[in-house]
């Protein structure tokens, strides 16, 4: 059924996932949204697939629609997982190698034995680089890697973890392209492999006009941290909390940052998810599941230490798979264990929660900048979704 209100609702809902648009909804009465998606997957169909509110801040002017498209932040990560995943499904990568077997020139300043799980789970050493950064910097590839290839870990590899908010990016889609037959970018290769509508460095104008401006919201407190703020601003070159989001600027846009600027809208990204757990039934076609549950089994499997702190994001108890992805834990609080996925800077999010064989994904172009978990907006629709498992034969 397709729906629509005074808040600019459309959409479709299936039968008994009705409560999921009240919810959706709720948030922009609430004032939390300006605009956003959100795309639900259960046992490998689209059973939720909506969208509303406005692209501009003064709002009812340019709607938010099926074809809007939004920078996701660190949600990207997960994809960025979901790639190498693939990679080590066509055994082209394996997690417990290091990275100097695949990319020689890599394995110097003591980085010989960085393996690549230590990489994707943020035990790598490598949160920021040590010099100040420019935004031409950090959209010139060649540049970052070799300042990459340069850099020392700021902490031995593997003996704790704290967030690589860029870098991760840059490495793990140079290691893709290195061990892709092809050797195509990181942006092609997610592109043909994943889903066609999931962009990192869109091609051209023609896309960019279908990208919703981001609007931060104002607020008082601050967090400072020097470290936090060289990790979380690439050493200075995409500063958050500006009164000028620099995320909204065609170059970032066109550039291919993996760990920070894919866009995309919901919708593209529940269906990346549900073909990471199955088969995905669309357009009466069936798509294949992507990879094996040997694979899939690896890349969740936990490797922090349980109570380990981070140390480079503020000090939180953050937890990280073997292949990167954000799992069940204190800073990831989504349903149960099994569930895997991650958040981005803002608010949107995506994961899977296998044992339910759900998928789910949320973005918004009005960012909470506290919100480094779970958003209050995605809170509202679990708590919606669990009363649906609870109350409903589904």
């Not at 500063?239 to 989001?245: F, K, V």
Request: with cysteine; proline share 5%; net charge negative.
């Amino acid at each position: 059924m397709s729906t629509l209100s005074n808040n600019n609702i459309y959409g479709y809902v299936a039968e008994n996932w009705t409560s999921i648009r009240d919810a959706f909804e709720q948030n922009f009465i609430d004032g939390l949204d300006i605009g956003a998606s959100l795309s639900i997957y259960h046992r490998g169909k689209c059973v939720v697939d909506l969208y509303g509110g406005w692209k501009d801040l003064e709002r009812k002017k340019q709607p938010y629609t099926s074809d809007t498209l939004q920078i996701i932040f660190s949600t990207s990560k997960g994809i960025l997982s979901a790639a190498i995943a693939l990679c080590v499904d066509r055994g082209w990568l394996n997690y417990d190698e290091p990275i100097r077997k695949y990319w020689p020139e890599f394995g110097t300043h003591g980085k010989e034995d960085i393996i690549i799980s230590d990489l994707l789970a943020h035990r790598a050493g490598l949160p920021y680089v040590s010099q100040s950064l420019s935004v031409d910097d950090v959209c010139n590839w060649t540049k970052m890697i070799s300042l990459l290839i340069n850099e020392k870990p700021h902490w031995k590899p593997g003996s704790t973890h704290g967030y690589h908010g860029h870098t991760i990016g840059y490495i793990a889609g140079e290691l893709i392209h290195r061990v892709d037959p092809q050797h195509r970018s990181y942006s092609q290769f997610v592109r043909d492999e994943l889903d066609q509508e999931y962009y990192v460095g869109i091609p051209d104008n023609d896309i960019d006009k279908y990208v919703a401006p981001l609007f931060e919201k104002q607020i008082e407190e601050e967090m400072p941290d020097l470290i936090a703020d060289q990790t979380l601003s690439c050493s200075g070159a995409l500063p958050l909390g500006q009164s000028e989001m620099i995320y909204n600027k065609p170059e970032i846009h066109r550039a291919i940052l993996p760990a920070v600027n894919g866009i995309a809208n919901a919708r593209t990204l529940a269906r990346i998810y549900s073909l990471l757990i199955g088969d995905v039934y669309e357009n009466e076609k069936i798509l294949k599941c992507l990879l094996s549950q040997k694979t899939l089994s690896e890349a969740i499997k936990n490797i922090t230490p349980q109570n380990e702190l981070d140390q480079t994001l503020y000090q939180i108890p953050t937890t990280f798979s073997k292949g990167g992805f954000q799992i069940y834990g204190d800073s990831f609080p989504v349903f149960g264990d099994g569930a895997f996925g991650h958040t981005g800077y803002g608010g949107s999010c995506a994961f899977a929660y296998p044992s339910q064989q759900l998928t789910y994904a949320y973005i918004c172009n009005q960012l909470d900048p506290l919100s480094f978990t779970i958003d209050i907006r995605t809170k509202h629709i679990i708590q919606a979704i669990e009363n649906i498992f609870k109350h409903q034969a589904i």
